[in-house]
């Protein structure tokens, strides 16, 4: 994922070398920046990025614009940037194509968990394998491997792991856990979430009953401690 | 309006028929001179009918007026809403009503320049907040430098994140006040709901000075509710726990409910408030006072309680604010469960 390339564009030059020393912090070697929307269509014009991070309120062409003419060429993954953080921008982002939307001021982490989160889902080739303390789950095949063993998830389960290897060392709650399983109808679900979570304790942990991977916060969720994260 | 320009008002239709009621009243004298007993006979009817006329007149006149005070009188409190007084022109007190208009159109400019002058101010200063967060935040995950300065940018980094929440909660508030921040209802989980206000706050806070703890028995499976906006009043009712108890307190998340509403309960086992203070956010113009700090350990109960208040006032909803027992404080806010409560808001 990190050697993947990101163009940021905005025109605050000390916000610009900001997000790209965060960017570089974060082991993402190839970040390129524009501070205009001309100089971004310029850039553009040569070879294209995997991911885009746009500024919303620049001078001339603003964001919004920049994305409508990145999205008549691309489909190029998109976060917005933005000051304003009013709904019907984000509606209006979204509308017009934007991945996610990002209002300042934002922490480093909350960042990169976009971007992440946005390349995961843009490349879904990237090999992904989670590896936790007693086993591996490659979630491309479904599959967790323990040892010399290989055991097959179910749909439901695999929705549930999946969803906590998107955030891993955070809390993911019942409810988003429920609706990665079963979709957007999901109330009343949670007793059977349970039972997802107790089968694939069974088949991650090395003692399903002290589990190290699978953790539950009590009320709130569940969340996943990886040992490494997807590459 | 004097007593005497109201009445002059009343009377004014009766002086349209006081040639008719003056011509009636010489043809009685007449046929009293001329005809005594035939003026006796008809004078009674004719002199009763008068005072009926008159008094229908009058009668009818004050009605009309009545309703036009009232028609004002509404006007006048839509202005103090912040709505405008839209009163017809063209009926009783035309002068009034345009007046009228045109404070409320005043008024409602006032506060769209308001709201606009916050969003502007709040605008400027998330750039270089930007920056301060974005490179404490940085500091602080910086493992190559020493403990004491990733502590430091940690607190730079705290505050940093209290003003970018005490920006948003103004803006908040200042659309909500001026009506220029409509519900978006959905149907929520309320229990769901407080799980993400627990967990946005346990990652905030992640020192683990302030565990929470959640209860959701009892909880209605969904409401109808503003999910931006409740989550924002949860999550300032924990932040509020966790301001007032810099030392650490637990915090007890409740939810439940019963037919028609559902409730929510923050509680925390530390200082709690003064009587005074109590006493001030429980009154009904609580949300209407100037956003004020208090002396003595430099907290606040200003901005976050306020926008508490209005999200719950936008939701029909009302809140209770309480010591607990033997010490802490306790906010309840109970809301109507109901679509039809909000919608009639908007």
Request: aromatic share 6%.
């Amino acid at each position: 994922m990190t050697e993947r390339t990101i163009l940021v564009v905005d025109d605050e030059p000390e916000l610009l070398e900001m997000i790209r020393a965060i960017f570089a912090r974060a082991g993402f070697a190839r970040v390129v920046t524009a501070a205009s929307a001309a100089e971004a269509l310029a850039l553009l014009g040569g070879r294209l990025p995997d991911m885009a991070v746009l500024d919303v309120m620049m001078p001339g062409m603003d964001g919004f614009a920049l994305l409508q003419e990145i999205r008549a060429r691309s489909s190029l993954p998109v976060l917005m940037l933005t000051a304003r953080g009013e709904a019907e921008d984000r509606v209006s982002g979204f509308e017009l194509g934007a991945d996610d939307y990002l209002v300042k001021p934002f922490l480093p982490r909350e960042l990169l968990l976009r971007v992440r989160a946005i390349l995961s889902r843009a490349y879904p080739a990237d090999r992904r394998v989670v590896r936790l303390a007693a086993a591996e789950v490659d979630l491309d095949r479904a599959e967790v491997r323990r040892g010399e063993e290989t055991i097959a998830l179910t749909a439901r389960e695999y929705g549930v792991l999946r969803r906590l290897a998107e955030s891993p060392g955070r809390i993911v709650t019942i409810g988003e856990l429920c609706q990665s399983a079963c979709g957007e109808h999901w109330q009343g679900y949670e007793s059977t979430l349970m039972t997802h979570i107790r089968h694939l304790r069974e088949k991650i942990e090395a003692d399903p009953s002290a589990p190290e991977s699978l953790l539950t916060a009590k009320g709130l969720g569940y969340k996943l401690i990886v040992r490494e994260g997807m590459e | 309006m004097s007593a005497q320009r109201f009445l002059r008002r009343c009377l004014a239709p009766c002086a349209k028929l006081l040639p008719l009621m003056l011509a009636a009243n010489l043809v009685l004298v007449f046929l009293a001179i001329l005809l005594p007993v035939g003026a006796l006979v008809g004078a009674v009817p004719v002199t009763a009918a008068n005072f009926a006329l008159m008094l229908w007149v009058l009668r009818r006149q004050m009605r009309r007026a009545d309703e036009a005070a009232g028609a004002l009188l509404a006007g006048a409190e839509r202005i103090a809403g912040g709505e405008r007084a839209a009163l017809p022109e063209d009926g009783e007190y035309p002068e009034l009503c345009a007046a009228l208009n045109r404070a409320g159109y005043r008024a409602e400019e006032r506060e769209r320049t308001r709201v606009e002058w916050v969003r502007g101010i709040s605008h400027d200063i998330r750039t270089p907040l930007s920056l301060v967060l974005g490179y404490a935040g940085a500091l602080e995950d910086d493992l190559a430098l020493p403990a004491e300065a990733r502590a430091q940018a940690g607190i730079i980094r705290r505050q940093s994140e209290r003003l970018r929440r005490l920006v948003e909660d103004l803006n908040l508030i200042s659309k909500l006040e001026a009506h220029m921040r409509p519900l978006e209802p959905a149907l929520l989980s309320p229990a769901e709901l407080a799980r993400r206000a627990a967990v946005d706050f346990l990652e905030q806070e992640p020192d683990a000075r302030w565990p929470v703890a959640l209860c959701a028995e009892g909880a209605p499976e969904a409401i109808w509710g503003d999910e931006s906006l409740l989550a924002r009043m949860l999550g300032n009712l924990l932040l509020n726990a966790a301001a007032h108890n810099p030392g650490g307190c637990h915090i007890w998340l409740r939810v439940n409910g019963g037919e028609g509403f559902c409730r929510f309960v923050v509680a925390d086992d530390g200082a709690g408030a003064p009587a005074e203070k109590l006493a001030e956010l429980n009154a009904e113009d609580f949300p209407d006072q100037v956003y004020r700090a208090t002396g003595g350990d430099g907290a606040t109960h200003g901005l976050g309680l306020r926008l508490v208040c209005r999200v719950v006032q936008a939701h029909s909803g009302r809140v209770r604010f309480a010591n607990e027992s033997p010490h802490g404080f306790l906010a309840e806010t109970t809301l109507p469960a109901g679509r039809a409560a909000i919608c009639c808001r908007d």
